[in-house]
């Protein structure tokens, strides 16, 4: 009779639904190359920035700077002026000579402040009337700044008071110049600095964003590539990414791409196989629930039998068979739905392991010896029939070992079951005589399909148990191999909850 596993097709269904999730409707969008949202403007975009950023946070001193320039230059010659107003006798200046010395300085009029007097060197015909003012002798940088803007943007014919020190001793300066000059000036220094500074931004801009797109962007971009072409069929091989020989942080993430991507791969393909062998063992359920019918309708007459042992195995045969027809029946009604929970009951648990090794001692009755220590009081809480199909499956795993490989170290082939009380759990330990489970082979023992450690195993019986005895609440380990290598086999230990 051919052994199906219950959690396969729930396992297959679980694939189908997820590999119908990936519609047209739930397509991954396109890789967006748009020159204007992409990601190479945006940075484009902000280098840009931030390098005019950088030129206004130079331009904005300098132009300070500048201002002052100039005016240090016009009252240096202010001073020359002064000196020559000093020689002369007071009064006695040519007005002719006095118009030449303040047109060059570009001043309407100098003045000598002492302490204790302020003396009027020279002045035009008319005395402006000041519209701002800015003390040389001490400027801050803030006083700098704020004075070279008023300037920038002040009215034609505004007229600037400056100050600084004289060439006498506890003595300075004061002009009073038209701004319009500087205003000029500042305003073809601040041309000149913008032109210079759009050709530096955009130099600097560009060769920056083509060293980040070469080094950075393109390789981004062709993963991100990659990852949408691979998300469309993640079971193509020929889509996978092959690592560059890239150093850095890309060519790690390009290496651990192509390493998902290849263990993606491999993953649907062996859960599309999955869902095929699912496919076909609902097939196989359904034609061997007709024939199990039938043979439920021969064991029923079978029962009828006078015969003492027919009556006696007919009870157990029947039970069998409806166990079989209820498990088809359960398979090929699988909606994909929340797993049915086990029916839990309190239930002794030396019956359920006599009942599961009854069909390996008929057929190994004279080869195996099976030594059973369960107290007939312990009882547990859990699904009688899932704890049933545990127990058979790690006694068939048991005896085909045995068969194949034989006993380790001449001992007599045995299997061995013994449970007791160990706090609020139940611990059932099934052991052997057999040959154990190689370590390579321990590491995934529970996993579905897993590489058996003895022919034709299918790596599906461990996972089944496995699986039920996790549903029930319990949990089942495999002991590492005995220091006495020669006399050690396999050893599960299964806790359960008790009753």
């Not at 009064?91 to 402040?113: E, N, Y």
């Not at 029962?303 to 409806?322: F, G």
């Not at 392991?353 to 099976?370: L, N, Y």
């Not at 006694?395 to 013994?418: D, F, K």
Request: glycine content about 6%.
């Amino acid at each position: 009779m051919l052994d199906v596993p219950s959690d396969l097709p729930a396992r297959s269904a679980a694939v189908l639904r997820s590999t119908a999730l990936q519609t047209p409707a739930a397509a991954p969008r396109q890789l967006n190359h748009s020159r204007v949202r992409g990601l190479g403007t945006r940075l484009l975009l902000l280098t840009i920035f931030f390098v005019l950023i950088a030129q206004v946070m130079i331009y904005v001193p300098r132009l300070s700077v500048y201002r002052e320039n100039q005016l240090r230059d016009r009252l240096a010659a202010a001073s020359t002026a002064a000196q020559v107003f000093a020689a002369m006798p007071e009064d006695q200046m040519p007005r002719d000579l006095a118009a030449k010395l303040l047109g060059s300085v570009g001043a309407k009029t100098i003045a000598l402040k002492t302490l204790d007097k302020r003396q009027l060197l020279a002045v035009a015909e008319m005395p402006p009337v000041v519209s701002d003012s800015y003390d040389l002798r001490d400027p801050s940088m803030i006083e700098g700044i704020g004075a070279a803007f008023r300037t920038l943007f002040a009215p034609d014919g505004a007229t600037l008071q400056v100050i600084g020190p004289a060439p006498m001793s506890g003595a300075f300066l004061e002009i009073t110049l038209d701004e319009t000059s500087l205003k000029q000036a500042l305003w073809s220094y601040s041309k000149t600095f913008l032109g210079i500074s759009l050709t530096l931004s955009a130099i600097v801009a560009c060769s920056l964003w083509a060293a980040i797109w070469l080094v950075v962007l393109r390789p981004v971009r062709r993963l991100t590539s990659n990852i949408m072409a691979f998300g469309e069929r993640p079971e193509d091989y020929t889509r996978i990414i092959s690592p560059s020989e890239r150093r850095d942080e890309i060519g790690d993430a390009e290496h651990a791409l192509a390493s998902m991507q290849n263990s993606l791969a491999q993953e649907l393909g062996q859960k599309k196989r999955l869902a095929e062998l699912g496919m076909a063992v609902a097939q196989i359920n359904h034609d061997l629930r007709n024939m199990l019918s039938a043979a439920q309708l021969i064991s029923d007459r079978l029962a009828e039998i006078p015969d003492p042992l027919a009556r006696r195995l007919a009870p157990r045969l029947i039970a069998t068979l409806d166990r079989a027809i209820a498990f088809c029946q359960a398979t090929l009604t699988y909606s994909g739905g929340p797993d049915t929970p086990p029916l839990r009951q309190r239930f002794a648990l030396r019956p359920i392991v006599d009942q599961a090794i009854e069909p390996t001692q008929a057929e190994h009755f004279d080869s195996f010896r099976f030594e059973i220590e369960i107290p007939p009081d312990l009882e547990i809480l859990a699904d009688p029939d899932h704890i049933l199909r545990v127990v058979e499956n790690l006694t068939r795993n048991a005896a085909s070992a045995l068969v194949q490989l034989g006993a380790r170290g001449g001992q007599r082939p045995s299997i061995r079951y013994e449970a007791r009380r160990q706090g609020t759990v139940a611990l059932l330990v099934i052991s052997d005589t057999g040959p154990g489970v190689p370590p390579g082979v321990a590491e995934h023992i529970f996993e579905p399909f897993h590489a058996s450690s003895r022919r034709g195993g299918s790596g599906l019986g461990l996972a089944i148990a496995a699986d039920l005895v996790n549903r029930n609440g319990g949990s089942i380990t495999l002991d590492p191999p005995s220091p006495d290598a020669a006399s050690s086999g396999a050893r599960f230990r299964i806790s359960l909850p008790l009753a």
